[in-house]
């Protein structure tokens, strides 16, 4: 059989094609294997979610952590480190306690190690966003002239009313403070303008 070389155009056409084809449905499942099986979520609890055989769910777990070895590697270290302390830390420090880790009860210390690897996943985003907010609010109070306001956080999304005027200054000011972080992968930051809140 003849091997075939595609090149750059070619390889990048075909993937637009597949990505046209992906739909919200596809979207949904996708999202809830990744966040649930990061979460620790079972078998049995992914099945029920995207509503395929639990075989198939099971198969979807074990080729995730296979292309992703280090997301199983957090899990289990997150959850040794919980055993052992009985709490575990976001990367900034704030404790979260987990006191049915060591639980006899099976489903109490299941439920205690999804709480235990959410907890520093969420609990380290949750940090993330307050921490840009405080830095976003400072250099709005610094920045005298510049008529802007914190109106609401949502999640990981942080809402300011402006002038139209400086949407250009408090633009560069948010996405200077929300990437301000150092981790080893930078922190991506999308900002949309409008006249009002479309939620």
């Known amino acids: 059989m003849k091997e075939r070389t595609f090149t750059g155009q070619q390889l990048q056409r075909y993937f637009q094609s597949l990505e046209q084809e992906v739909t919200d449905e596809h979207r949904r499942i996708a999202k809830t294997v990744n966040f649930g099986i990061s979460y620790g979520?079972?078998?049995?609890?992914?099945?029920?979610?995207?509503?395929?055989?639990?075989?198939?769910a099971q198969e979807l777990i074990d080729l995730y952590f296979l292309r992703y070895p280090m997301v199983k590697?957090?899990?289990?270290?997150?959850i040794a480190f919980a055993r052992q302390n009985g709490y575990v830390r976001t990367v900034f420090g704030r404790i979260r306690p987990v006191p049915d880790i060591n639980s006899?009860?099976?489903?109490?210390?299941m439920q205690a190690e999804r709480v235990a690897v959410n907890a520093v996943v969420q609990g380290t985003a949750a940090d993330i966003i307050k921490i840009a907010m405080i830095r976003i609010y400072k250099r709005i109070q610094e920045a005298k002239k510049l008529n802007a306001r914190i109106v609401l956080q949502i999640h990981d999304e942080i809402v300011v009313e402006v002038e139209e005027r400086e949407?250009?200054?408090?633009q560069e000011i948010i996405k200077q403070e929300m990437k301000n972080f150092s981790f080893s992968?930078?922190?991506?930051?999308?900002?949309f303008t409008g006249k009002s809140l479309n939620l």
């Not at 006899?104 to 210390?109: A, C, E, I, R, T």
């Not at 992968?185 to 900002?191: K, M, T």
């Open 73 to 78: 590697k957090f899990i289990e270290d997150t």
């Open 104 to 109: 006899p009860n099976q489903f109490l210390k």
């Open 41 to 56: 979520i079972s078998a049995f609890g992914l099945s029920e979610s995207i509503k395929v055989p639990y075989e198939k």
């Open 167 to 170: 949407i250009d200054k408090i």
């Open 185 to 191: 992968v930078p922190l991506e930051v999308n900002i």
